[in-house]
């Protein structure tokens, strides 16, 4: 599954990319802020988007209906696309400034993923913060993996729904986040003190490592208290998207 990942994520580094199946395809075409160029159904799929509600818009959208196995030769016949795809443009890229000032400027939680590559991953936290409420996420550009059909599709709607931004310089993200009263925790398996034992204030960042190697010692020094989650001996850590999934939750508690 991750090399499948990877390699659909290869094949959609320009700008414009197939996000399919119903709710990251629903999501998509709800979003003000996406740009979307042609929509393909099947008979079957176009039945479905009928009962919809919210798609007055969907006139200004071009569409198309095709066979099941069209849509196949136009996306990838292994991807599950539930007979609808929708052919869209990336979220254009803001500054952290321009990205903080759509926040909350007392109550804020954001999510800072430092590079992480699998885009199954990255898609099941963007899935978990959208059902724990999460405001924001930041991702690192080098070394990550590109906005791409399979973390909408694994996102299940949220890639379109929850905001988020790439940026470049991650010490003067994290300072910029630090200078407008956000409290920086990195999430370690290392750290001596656990999630429980933390008051978080009402402005968190929460920052998550890579799959492999964990959190960099750069971006862990940048932290301002680095906290665990308490699991049993029997296992050396969590998946990345299961640990983002535990601290939200907790969070929500």
Known sequence: MKNKSRKIAKRQQNSIFWVYGYHATFAALRNPNRRKNELLLTTDAQKRMAQEKGFEFL??????ILTRTEIDNLVGKNINHQGICLSVEKIQKRTIKEFLSDQD????????????????????????????????IILTESQSVNENGFIAKSACGGLDKVPFTYISNLSS????????????????????????????????????????????????????????????????????????????YHLNK
């Open 59 to 64: 006139n200004k959208v071009k569409q198309k």
């Open 105 to 136: 400027k007392n109550n804020s939680t954001l999510v800072f993923l430092d590079q992480l590559e699998d885009s199954q991953n990255v898609g099941a936290i963007f899935r978990s913060a959208l059902a724990f409420n999460i405001d924001g």
């Open 173 to 248: 993200a994290i300072k910029t986040l630090k200078d407008n009263g956000y409290w920086v925790y990195g999430l370690d398996g290392r750290a001596k003190k656990l999630i429980g034992e933390i008051d978080f204030p009402k402005k968190t960042v929460l920052v998550l490592g890579s799959e492999s190697d964990g959190m960099r010692k750069i971006t862990s020094s940048l932290c301002d208290e680095l906290i665990k989650i308490k699991i049993s001996d029997e296992l050396e850590s969590l998946n990345v998207s299961n640990t983002a999934a535990v601290t939200f």
